[in-house]
Each structure stands twice: as C-alpha cells, then as structure tokens.
C-alpha cells in the first residue's frame, strides 16, 4: 500500500510474470489486494478500521482503500512502532478498540489491516456484539489464497468471510502474462 494507489495490482502482475517465466505459473495474492478483495467479496463500501501503525502509515492504508471504493468511517491507528511489538499485541484487546469506532453505518470492521498483528482469536468475539462482519488482512489474504487455489474457503472460527458463506466466492482477476 506504501508503494502507491492500485499497487498490489503491478505487484501480483510482476510476481506472476516471474513464476511464469520459471516455467512455474502460481496464483500469486498480496495482503493489500487481499484485503481489498476481501472487503469487495463482503460487499463492504463503508468501513471501520482497526491498525497496529502509526498514523501516518494508517492514513496510507484509509487513502488506499477509499481509491478502492471502500469509505472508510473510522479508523484507530494503534501507532505500535517496533515490528515485534506489533506480533506480541494481545488480541483480546482488539474487540475494545473496536467498539470505540464509529462503525454503526458500517457494511464491516477489519479487526486488524496489518497481517504481522494477531487477531484471529478476537474476530468472532467482536461480530457478536458489533453485529458487523469482522475480518482482518490476515482473514481476507487465506480467503484469496485459498480461492485462487481452487480451494473452498473455509476455516471455523474465522469469522465471517470464512464461515463458509463464501467459500466458492469468484476470485479476484489474476494477472497473466504471455511472457513463457
């Protein structure tokens, strides 16, 4: 996202393009353009966001999903500024500062936008009481992975997006390349 608007697009079309060219073409998914597919796969236009960064990298993050056409209402930006620090953030704590949003005209809360930040274990507590699907970059990148494989996706506890209810949902448009 830090690399410009639309990034992941050039990135997945460049890593593909080199599988290729190894005589090994592989799906190849981004948590950015995960996220965004994600976020589309739900039918999310307006959002609150949850993210370990600090501001100015989170208002990166809410500028890169707005060009999506995803509104993002709300967001807190945890401003966690040491990598490890960002892994050892205790997720329980997330369905709190998820509440603290203005995510009422919300289609859906991202939990955590950062895959490096644990969430899983907080998503569905936070969907009972925020009525709203949640994800998190880390959800909606094992979603992509698993529909560009050709795989149901499906993971128990995994909130919404992964219940099941998308499962055989249509991937987001690979990039190919004539290039062999």
Do not use: F
């Not at 009972?128 to 494989?149: E, N, W």
């Amino acid at each position: 996202m830090s690399m410009g608007l639309g990034y992941h697009r050039t990135s997945e079309e460049r890593l593909h393009t080199r599988t290729v060219e190894n005589n090994a073409p592989a799906p190849v998914v981004t948590s950015a353009g995960a996220l965004v597919h994600g976020l589309h796969t739900l039918g999310a236009q307006k959002i609150a966001l949850v993210a370990p960064y600090m501001r100015p990298l989170t208002r990166t993050v809410v500028e890169y999903l707005t060009h999506e056409g995803i509104e993002v209402l709300d967001y807190e930006a945890l401003e966690i500024p040491d990598n490890l620090d960002v892994a050892a953030h205790d997720p329980a704590q997330l369905p709190g500062i998820a509440k603290a949003l203005q995510y009422t005209d919300a289609d859906a809360v991202v939990l955590s936008a950062c895959v490096q930040m644990p969430s899983l274990g907080a998503v569905e507590e936070a969907e009972q009481p925020l009525g709203k699907p949640v994800v998190s970059a880390a959800i909606c990148t094992a979603h992509q992975m698993l529909r560009a494989l050709d795989l149901l996706a499906v993971a128990p506890g995994a909130g919404h997006l992964l219940s099941g209810a998308y499962a055989e949902a249509t991937p987001a448009p690979q990039a190919v390349s004539s290039a062999g």
